[in-house]
């Protein structure tokens, strides 16, 4: 098993560009999550999905979108970048099925907004 | 989800004990305690949880004071390769929905 595959690994935009940040999980999962990481701070948490079909907002959604395609797989979109959106971006899921479990979290894409 | 407070840094000597604490004095009854590392810029990794007992598992021990209002992550014999930063986190079991809000963590340094 793979686990959580993110990619790309690194990605250099301008300003305005967009570009779809790919995550996929091979474990079944029932819940997908996006967070963002940036310099010397902790994991702030941007969308979830909690089930296929369904996407929720987290702490910092603005500048974001999602698509939960299958089961599978949870992409993160961002339209029109901002250097403000330069980041280190994480891809998590977990089982989901009994409300205490663990999440498993990708290795990450590095993103940087010029 | 209630506040953790942890330090911002420990030094611990390899082969020692490592012993990071954390304070939850909000917490609620049904809220779990989580503890996840981060190495080097890494996804995070689950390292262990509990709600009121003390956990071990092959990793670490989660030990819970009886008012639940503080824990500490015990890593029995410590290695470089548990340099990382660690989050204690609190949170709510809520079926179909494991987000978590992670704070700055402690920086763990284990010195050879």
């Known amino acids: 098993n793979a686990g959580v595959t993110q990619t790309p690994k690194f990605q250099v935009l301008k300003t305005g560009q967009s570009m779809t940040l790919q995550c996929a999980q091979d474990m079944n999962h029932n819940s997908m999550y996006w967070y963002r990481q940036d310099p010397g701070m902790g994991l702030r948490l941007i969308y979830y999905?909690?089930?296929?079909?369904?996407?929720d907002k987290g702490e910092v959604p603005n500048g974001y979108n999602v698509s939960r395609l299958n089961k599978r797989e949870f992409s993160l979109r961002l339209e029109s970048a901002a250097p403000s959106q330069t980041s280190v971006y994480f891809c998590?899921?977990?089982?989901?099925?009994?409300?205490?479990?663990?999440?498993?979290f990708g290795s990450g894409t590095q993103l940087s907004v010029l | 989800d209630a506040k953790t407070t942890q330090p911002t840094s420990m030094d611990c000597a390899e082969g020692r004990a490592a012993n990071l604490p954390c304070n939850h004095s909000t917490i609620s009854g049904n809220e779990y305690v989580y503890w996840y590392r981060q190495i080097h810029s890494q996804g995070p990794q689950y390292i262990i949880h509990?709600?009121?007992n003390n956990e071990t598992n092959e990793m670490a021990s989660l030990i819970i004071t009886e008012d639940r209002k503080s824990s500490t992550l015990i890593l029995p014999h410590a290695t470089l390769r548990d340099t990382a930063v660690y989050y204690c986190?609190?949170?709510?079991?809520?079926?179909?929905?494991?987000?978590?809000?992670f704070g700055t963590g402690t920086r763990l340094t284990i010195i050879p």
């Open positions: 986190i609190v949170r709510v079991a809520s079926f179909g929905n494991e987000k978590l809000t």
């Open positions: 999905s909690a089930s296929e079909g369904t996407t």
């Open positions: 998590a899921s977990s089982k989901a099925d009994r409300g205490n479990e663990k999440l498993f």
């Open positions: 509990g709600l009121k």
